[in-house]
């Protein structure tokens, strides 16, 4: 069973592999991550539910509720 650090270097590496062939990187559905990748990314504050589906990169260390890096991603969503 991997670790936690296991877990999260491999979700990291998802989304980085998904970053580099999208369109938009910092905005994605769903399915552009596997649920588990996904369900590690917002437990550790990389990844915000924008709406039910829809999801925004960003860093760990934002407060909650901090909108920079919501306005420069809001055309792509």
């Known amino acids: 069973m991997p670790t936690v650090h296991e877990r999260l270097a491999r979700a990291l590496q998802a989304l980085k592999a998904r970053q580099n062939t ?12 596997k649920r588990a990748d996904r369900e590690v990314l917002m437990r550790t504050g990389y990844l915000t539910e924008i709406i039910r589906g829809w999801y ?5 260390d ?5 909108s920079s ?7 792509a969503f």
């Open 22 to 33: 999208a369109k938009h990187p910092f905005v994605l559905p769903s399915e552009a991550l």
């Open 56 to 60: 925004l990169v960003g860093r760990p």
């Open 62 to 66: 934002t407060q909650a509720g901090q």
């Open 69 to 75: 890096a919501w306005y420069p991603n809001f055309w």
